[in-house]
């Protein structure tokens, strides 16, 4: 996943653009970067690994000596972006979130056509970003081109590109992640996270639909292509990615988890004595849960961030997994001799919780049951970099269900999605028998899509049903 900020300014904008871009490290944790243009001094751009520092610190020195009028910054958890690009549109900087799936079909379809090069980066994949340039650079202006890389990929890919005299603005076709627009006098920015302009002094302007491509400057903000009719948004934002104080279409994460909780606990029939969320997302899963059933809402364990990395940076599984470990402090006085219900925002490889859930036994707990926010986890995500796993068999539902169905190599993950369904029903037993769980109830997709307030058809369900 990436985060994205960018200023269009009458005045310097470094400042706005430093602030803004930090509000984004909750959605990357491996490489950040930086691009301003000044009239005088042209582009500037910097890089920094933000694997074991925090945004602020790598770029300290940055604010200091960079200056411009325009900028963008962007938090990656995979390629280091943004790319500064020269080409027979000019120089331009560009930024993108998003996945291609079909990579090596692209690449193979330019080198034929176009003779140029590609860098590898050290995992020896291609940079996403640079191939997206690659793509627009085929086409004879940028709005063209940005349009004809969103219609070649295979996947899902918001598009942000500066130059010197504005900030072009795309997102993707199908809206699977959002752009937001803030203003204040004399300038405008252009934000993943609507949060994240407003201690700057901007108030909201508008959200582009899907599709849509604005350029940016500081006097104005002036659609080229118009929205799309069709939107397929992730739900995932809400349950799990989306910072506490973000909305998305206008609708608030903070009080989607609260609705999610609630409907959690009016389906269940367990009498915990205290509710509890896994820190940080699944907290406010568990305040509505508490809210709505009148049971304590309570915090048995505090997550210790001052000095630990984020638990999912590391690439090694074990490494990820001690570190969830090791951030979890107990509260010895709430959890002796009590029942606890524990609420996540999904279980995905099972490991972490199966580990939180021994951590809680230990420090003396008699039950432990736990509400995952989501539904059953059934397929990888196809349009955005959620996770970095080789495999969907990674996923615990997936090993699950090979367990029970044997040699069958096409199991009708329907049923596995269906609630009602007894195979449905297994899975869920074997999964709670597995990571020695009390019980486990997953929250509903019919429940948790209301929790939203949206149409369901605008909603991207894949990773639950896979339905496109």
């Not at 524990?342 to 039950?367: H, M, N, P």
């Amino acid at each position: 996943m990436s985060g994205f900020f960018g200023v269009a300014s009458k005045e310097d904008c470094v400042f706005d653009l430093f602030f803004g871009t930090d509000y984004h490290s909750h959605l990357g944790t491996r490489r950040a970067g930086m691009a301003v243009y000044d009239r005088e001094e042209g582009f500037n751009r910097a890089i920094h690994n933000i694997e074991n520092a925090p945004f602020r610190t790598k770029f300290d020195k940055e604010v200091g000596r960079m200056k411009g009028n325009i900028g963008i910054g962007c938090i990656s958890d995979y390629e280091p972006q943004p790319l500064l690009i020269r080409s027979h549109h000019g120089t331009f900087a560009i930024m993108t979130v998003g996945k291609i799936n079909n990579t090596d079909e692209i690449v193979n379809r330019i080198l034929t056509t176009t003779p140029t090069h590609f860098l590898e980066m050290s995992g020896g994949d291609i940079n996403a970003t640079e191939l997206v340039a690659t793509i627009i650079n085929q086409k004879e202006n940028l709005i063209e081109g940005i349009q004809y890389a969103q219609d070649i990929i295979d996947g899902s890919m918001s598009i942000i590109i500066m130059t010197p005299k504005g900030i072009y603005a795309a997102r993707d076709k199908m809206g699977r992640t959002p752009v937001t627009i803030g203003k204040k006098e004399h300038a405008h920015c252009i934000s993943f996270e609507c949060f994240a302009y407003l201690n700057l002094g901007y108030t909201d302007l508008k959200e582009l639909g899907p599709g849509e491509i604005v350029v940016v400057t500081p006097e104005e903000v002036r659609t080229l292509v118009k929205p799309g009719k069709d939107m397929k948004i992730c739900t995932f934002l809400w349950v799990y990615y989306g910072y506490p104080s973000s909305s998305y279409e206008g609708i608030s994460v903070e009080e989607m988890r609260y609705n999610c909780g609630a409907m959690l606990a009016k389906r269940d029939n367990v009498q915990p004595d205290i509710v509890a969320g896994v820190p940080d997302s699944g907290t406010a899963h568990a305040i509505g849960y508490a809210n709505a059933s009148g049971i304590p809402f309570s915090r048995p364990f505090i997550k210790y961030t001052p000095t630990w990395p984020r638990s999912f940076m590391p690439t090694i599984q074990s490494q990820r997994n001690l570190i969830a470990k090791m951030k979890l402090i107990p509260v010895h006085d709430l959890i002796q001799n009590r029942s606890m219900l524990l609420i996540d925002d999904s279980i995905v490889r099972g490991t972490q919780l199966r580990e939180t859930t021994e951590f809680l036994y230990q420090s003396g707990a008699k039950e432990v049951h736990i509400r995952p926010a989501c539904p059953p986890l059934l397929y990888g995500c196809k349009y955005l970099n959620f996770s970095r796993s080789s495999s969907e068999m990674d996923l615990i539902t997936r090993r699950v269900i090979k367990e029970m169905e044997g040699d069958n190599k096409y199991p009708n993950l329907t049923a596995y999605s269906n609630p009602e369904a007894p195979e449905y029903q297994e899975m869920v037993r074997r999964i709670g028998e597995q990571l020695n769980f009390t019980t486990l109830r997953y929250h509903r997709l019919d429940d948790m899509i209301d929790s939203i307030g949206i149409d369901r058809s605008k909603l991207c369900t894949y990773c639950w049903d896979g339905k496109e």
